[in-house]
């Protein structure tokens, strides 16, 4: 059985050219509020064990429709925000232990396109109507070679 998984955001999630320029510190505090806002509005919906593969869905409802490579270019923190934290090899002995996607929620495993399979949309709405909509399915048996 394929699993489903849909939350709303409140708002539409900031463009890239909304969000660049800024310090280090202003944009680790923007991604750290991404996860927060991610984390309360789907922290229930959290899968036990994250998919292995999945389709994304990202509906980006605002009042104006950005270029394409504007639109999934600014998806990237919110797509951090759905893969699985995991430690990187230490090379050296004594090192700092790094971690990828530390942001990450536990929905997906990766991001890469061995793991997700995206599509990001913007949909053109009223100034009332704003939101993020994003849909999470899992891909299983005969698909994963797709």
Same mark, same amino acid.
Do not use: W
């Given at each position: 059985m394929t699993r489903k998984i849909t939350f709303t $955001?409140?708002?539409?999630? #900031? /463009?890239? *050219?909304?969000?660049t320029g800024y310090s280090h510190f202003t944009t680790a505090r923007q991604k750290n509020d991404m996860q927060r806002e991610v984390a309360a509005v789907a922290y229930r919906l959290r899968p036990s064990v #994250?998919?292995?593969r999945a389709h994304v869905l990202i509906e980006r409802?605002?009042?104006?429709?950005? @270029?394409? @490579? *504007? /639109?999934?270019g600014s998806a990237k923190r919110l797509i951090d925000c759905l893969t699985t934290p995991r430690p990187l090899t230490v090379r050296?002995?004594?090192? %700092?232990? %790094?971690?990828? *996607?530390k942001r990450? /929620? +536990?929905? &997906?495993? @990766? @991001? +890469?396109p061995k793991h997700i399979r995206l599509e990001v949309r913007g &949909?053109? %709405? %009223? $100034?009332?109507?704003?939101?993020t909509v994003v849909t999470i399915t899992e891909i299983v048996g005969a698909e994963v070679a797709a």
């Open positions: $955001l409140p708002a539409p999630y #900031p /463009l890239v *050219n909304r969000t #994250p998919f292995e409802h605002s009042v104006g429709t950005p @270029d394409t @490579d *504007n /639109l999934v050296k002995p004594g090192a %700092r232990q %790094r971690i990828k *996607n990450g /929620l +536990g929905f &997906v495993v @990766d @991001d +890469g &949909v053109k %709405r %009223r $100034l009332c109507e704003q939101k």
